[in-house]
């Protein structure tokens, strides 16, 4: 059976995106725990880092530290008839994963990537706005290794990444790559086990990540999770066929953010999200094609309202993002900062005009 798994849209792109949950049966044997299959390996000069190129076996050395330093804190979830994967995140059990990776499953069997054997979890929170969830081993064993996440304002192009999980329900599996861009946009319609989030500042890598991938970790050279693998692109002329190279992770500083909070208080109070402080719907114009958002109600007090912005305004422009439909008014949100200001282009009785907004914090409801 095929796991709930998330299909999206990038944005700018004419791409789509699956999200990267599998099913539990595969035609593949898994492999053993440590065993790491790779794709073409980049050059040694693509670390990011200034010091002189590594030479073939040093690059291998370097490969082979981080896999013994980081794999044993990631982990295959099983729930139900689908799997996925998660990263241990402290010493008492709790493990953070993709909120696609857990649906609506409370309860869930866990493989240590050292072992065979099954541990049974709990889900403590989820939050689908950002695609994170955490689960808590109801038995957690001595040695369990929490992994070290990376600071997200350092991740740079080019940097050699490795991508840690369970695609198909081979355990243990490693590929790698580089970061091929950050600050990504990702859509995720909803559906098909997807939280329909919309996510902001991803890391997008060429390291492999296929379906049961989704809440692996993506690790550099240090050692460092700087990612969740949450989503592969596809090729909807190529009936949805794979498009090599092309993989998504959730950032380090997100991951920390509402893994923290979950933890704490069971639910996500502050999350980290840009928003205007308004209700709206797409726009269509004469010909009924999408033509904007048009602001349905307002909150008193919030963003747009301190800056004068009224219900009926068709908001068409986020700074330089235009905007055609609520999808648009949401994605270029996403890519945004709380506090951080905005020019806003909207039209009201057919005259467009502008306003600057603070932004301000999206509102949660988990």
Not at 115 to 121: F, I, R
């Amino acid at each position: 059976m095929r796991a709930p798994g998330a299909v999206a849209v990038l944005t700018a792109a004419a791409l789509a995106l699956t999200g990267c949950s599998s099913g539990s049966s595969s035609s593949a044997k898994s492999s053993a725990p440590g065993q790491a299959s790779s794709s073409a390996a980049p050059s040694p000069a693509a670390s990011g880092s200034s010091a002189p190129p590594m030479t073939g076996n040093q690059l291998q050395d370097a490969y082979q530290k981080v896999i013994a330093d980081v794999l044993p804190s990631v982990v295959q979830i099983t729930t139900g008839d689908s799997l996925g994967s998660g990263i241990v995140y402290d010493d008492k059990g709790d493990i953070v994963t993709n909120a696609h990776v857990v649906g609506s499953a409370t309860t869930f069997t866990v493989t240590l990537a050292n072992s065979t054997k099954s541990l049974d979890a709990a889900l403590v929170g989820s939050y689908p706005d950002s695609d994170l969830a955490v689960i808590k081993l109801s038995s957690p064993p001595s040695g369990l290794k929490p992994a070290t996440f990376g600071d997200s304002g350092k991740v740079q192009l080019g940097q050699i990444t490795l991508a840690m999980g369970s695609p198909l329900g081979l355990s243990s599996s490693v590929t790698q790559g580089i970061v091929s861009a950050t600050g990504r946009t990702v859509s995720e319609p909803r559906g098909g086990g997807s939280p329909g989030a919309t996510i902001g500042n991803m890391v997008q890598t060429s390291a492999a990540i296929n379906p049961g991938n989704s809440g692996g970790a993506l690790v550099n050279l240090d050692s460092q999770v700087i990612g969740i693998n949450t989503l592969a692109a596809t090729e909807p002329q190529a009936n949805g066929a794979a498009a090599p190279g092309i993989g998504f992770a959730i950032p380090a500083s997100t991951i920390t953010n509402i893994t923290d909070q979950l933890i704490k208080q069971g639910k996500v109070t502050n999350s980290g999200r840009a928003a205007l402080g308004v209700t709206a719907r797409t726009s269509f114009n004469q010909q009924f094609q999408p033509a904007g958002a048009v602001i349905v109600s307002v909150t008193a007090g919030g963003p747009a309202a301190s800056a004068g912005l009224q219900p009926g305004d068709v908001i068409t422009k986020i700074g330089d993002a235009a905007v055609d439909s609520l999808n648009a008014l949401t994605t270029a949100l996403a890519s945004l900062t709380p506090g951080s200001k905005a020019t806003v282009t909207y039209t009201r009785d057919g005259k467009a005009q502008t306003a600057d907004v603070t932004l301000g914090t999206l509102e949660t409801t988990s």
